[in-house]
């Protein structure tokens, strides 16, 4: 052999060495991919927990995002091979994907975090996220500060607060509303009496001027003077509130509901997913996120740790002080039989 | 000698049809995985989960919200497509019969909503037709109107937003067709003594008749199964058959509930075309032998 084939050799063997090297690389890093609704809200998400969470436990953190996450969740578990891990979703997708074998059966003992959370937190597929609510939202330009609504009964009392309002086109959190404006004590709703919510719904309904399907449609129907009242989610009022808009709300009898992590099953990076997962509802990690959004942290011990001030706190819809005020979503029953019932008879009260 | 001379024009024939068919046979390939399979398997599983069931088609058929989005839906896309046929018949002659540069002009302003995307039209007429909107805004200056007009989040924005997107659907298909529409024919009617409206009305119009056809089908199909138009501009009351599907795929823990509905719309709309054909002599009109 002459030196040239050596040196040749050498060299084919030297960079066949490292390709596979750097083939290898990519492979040790370990990455789970979270999905979240996109938005202002993912953007504050990943400031406050997932980027300190990739941090620190050395991860890569992909994300994607998505409004309604539901029907792919199905479809990626149909076929076996789901490329999302964790997904923040209406606890009630989680409780329903829990039924359906969709989401995996969550260990506490690997989630020191989330078994540190209140039991009505959490579910054997779940751990709650974040918390927002459903308020009752108005312009300041129609009602003044003294004849603001301030109550379901209000909100149903066009004689004294004419105008035009909105609802959101979806039984959740609508029906709760109605039967508060009937009268119901925020902690005696449950189960729902759905005859009696869908009664009082019909009164109001020839005063509904939009059914918003989105949350940027009902800040855009309030900010643009389409409806004077309107139930929307709190982040979306306070977002208009924040740009100057004459508009406001109250947390009273407001509807505190939550988003909750669950794990797909089958995910491709499952004890990743899990450390991930603990991560996500760490007190001071939850603590920072209504530093850029207008959330509750799920964790209740996030309002021990010092980081939300007082000022802060108050305008947060999981603050003791506001939920109080507020009728905690049980999404228990919207996941029952007699809740899907409910969604089913929605559509055929919205034709009539 | 005859024999021969038609076994080799037959020959001929039939090389020429399986060449046609090797030609065709990539896009057929592709329409084949990409919508007759899917389309196939969705239409399996609305009858078919755990066992062969009926009980999405009972549902549909049972239920009143059914009956009643299927009647709105076929409503709503008549009202656009004759709207459609009033508004883009002028537009086509007018194209057809302007000399070229403004015939180009023409097209182009036709066209030119397509190169924004679906959703953008639709909150752009929300902005025109809202209450604080343009067009409110513009009658109240005029005095024309004291109260603001309630002209979107009801089923007048929903045809109005519709028709506008599908306008181009009927304007060029009945474009084409008026194009190749010889001119002299008219000349040659008009020195037979008719006059304008007689040329036009037995002469231009039924020769364009496989155009209006055409625009027709293509506008009202389409507009059967707009979903985000009417989601955002309906109000939430203006209910078509797409958004009974939508609601399916969430109430329901298989996609067969969902897929019954669209498969039930296939049938209607093949039904429709049955009948339709029945008293329509397509195939004169289509100028077929």
Redo the contacts between chains.
């Keep these: 052999m002459t030196i040239e084939s050596l040196c040749r050799r050498r060299l084919l063997g030297v960079s066949f060495g490292v390709f596979v090297a750097l083939l290898s690389l990519p492979a040790s890093a370990d990455q789970i991919t979270f999905v979240s609704q996109g938005g202002a809200y993912q953007k504050a998400q990943t400031i406050a927990i997932l980027d300190p969470a990739a941090s620190r436990l050395g991860i890569t953190v992909n994300q994607d995002s998505i409004p309604d996450a539901w029907p792919v969740i199905k479809s990626q578990v149909a076929s076996g091979k789901p490329t999302w891990d964790v997904v923040d979703v209406p606890t009630g997708y989680c409780l329903r994907g829990g039924e359906q074998g969709l989401v995996e059966k969550l260990d506490f003992s690997k989630l020191p975090n989330g078994a540190a959370m209140p039991e009505a937190y959490r579910s054997a597929y779940s751990v709650a996220y974040e918390f927002y609510s459903s308020v009752l939202a108005y312009s300041q330009k129609k009602y003044a500060a003294e004849a603001a609504p301030n109550s379901w009964a209000d909100f149903w009392d066009v004689k004294k607060f004419p105008g035009r309002r909105a609802l959101r086109n979806h039984p959740i959190a609508t029906l709760e509303a109605a039967l508060m404006a009937d009268g119901v004590a925020l902690d005696k709703l449950y189960p729902l009496d759905v005859d009696r919510a869908f009664k009082k719904l019909e009164e109001i309904k020839p005063n509904i001027t939009v059914w918003w399907t989105s949350g940027a449609q009902s800040a855009q129907l309030l900010n643009d003077g389409e409806v004077d009242m309107v139930m929307a989610w709190n982040g979306r009022v306070s977002a208009l509130v924040n740009e100057g808009a004459k508009v406001g709300f109250t947390f009273n009898q407001g509807v505190l509901q939550s988003t909750s992590l669950c794990i797909l099953k089958g995910a491709p990076n499952l004890p990743t997913a899990v450390r991930f997962l603990n991560e996500a509802v760490d007190p001071v990690n939850q603590a920072n996120l209504p530093l850029h959004i207008d959330y509750g942290p799920a964790n209740p011990k996030a309002f021990d740790t010092g980081v939300i001030k007082p000022e802060r706190a108050a305008q947060l819809p999981s603050a003791p002080d506001n939920a109080g005020k507020q009728a905690l979503m049980s999404y228990a029953w919207w996941s029952s039989p007699s809740g899907e019932a409910a969604e089913k008879r929605w559509v055929a009260f919205m034709q009539k | 000698m005859k024999d021969t001379v038609r076994d080799i024009s037959l020959q001929h024939q039939r090389r020429e049809n399986g060449l046609m068919l090797a030609l065709a046979s990539p896009a057929l390939l592709v329409i084949l995985l990409l919508v007759v399979l899917p389309v196939g398997w969705l239409a399996w599983q609305s009858i078919y989960h755990d066992g062969f069931t009926l009980e999405n088609y009972r549902r549909i058929f049972s239920?009143?919200?059914y009956w009643?989005?299927f009647a709105l839906t076929f409503e709503i896309s008549l009202l656009v497509t004759l709207l459609a046929l009033l508004l883009g018949y002028p537009l086509a002659y007018a194209a057809s019969v302007a000399s070229k540069g403004w015939s180009i002009v023409i097209l182009a302003l036709v066209v030119l909503p397509f190169w924004t995307s679906v959703l953008v039209r639709a909150y752009a007429w929300l902005a025109l037709l809202?209450?604080?909107g343009v067009v409110n805004q513009f009658l109240r200056q005029v005095g024309a109107i004291d109260e603001p007009l309630?002209l979107v989040?009801n089923t007048f924005g929903t045809v109005v937003a519709t028709l506008h997107i599908l306008l181009p659907f009927m304007v060029l298909p009945l474009y084409a067709t008026m194009q190749k529409i010889p001119r002299d024919l008219l000349q040659a009617g008009a020195s037979l003594g008719a006059g304008p409206v007689h040329a036009f009305w037995r002469i231009f119009l039924p020769l364009s008749l496989p155009g209006v056809l055409a625009g027709g089908t293509l506008v009202f199909v389409l507009s059967l199964g707009f979903y985000i138009t009417p989601?955002?501009l309906g109000?939430?009351?203006t209910?078509m058959v797409s958004m009974?599907v939508s609601?399916n795929?969430?109430?329901y823990?298989q996609w067969g509930a969902a897929s019954a509905v669209g498969v039930v719309l296939l049938i209607a709309v093949a039904a429709i075309f049955v009948a339709v054909s029945r008293f329509v002599p397509l195939d004169r009109v289509l100028g077929q032998k």
């Design positions: 239920e009143d919200i009643r989005s809202q209450r604080t309630a989040h989601e955002l109000g939430g009351r209910i009974l609601r795929v969430e109430l823990d």
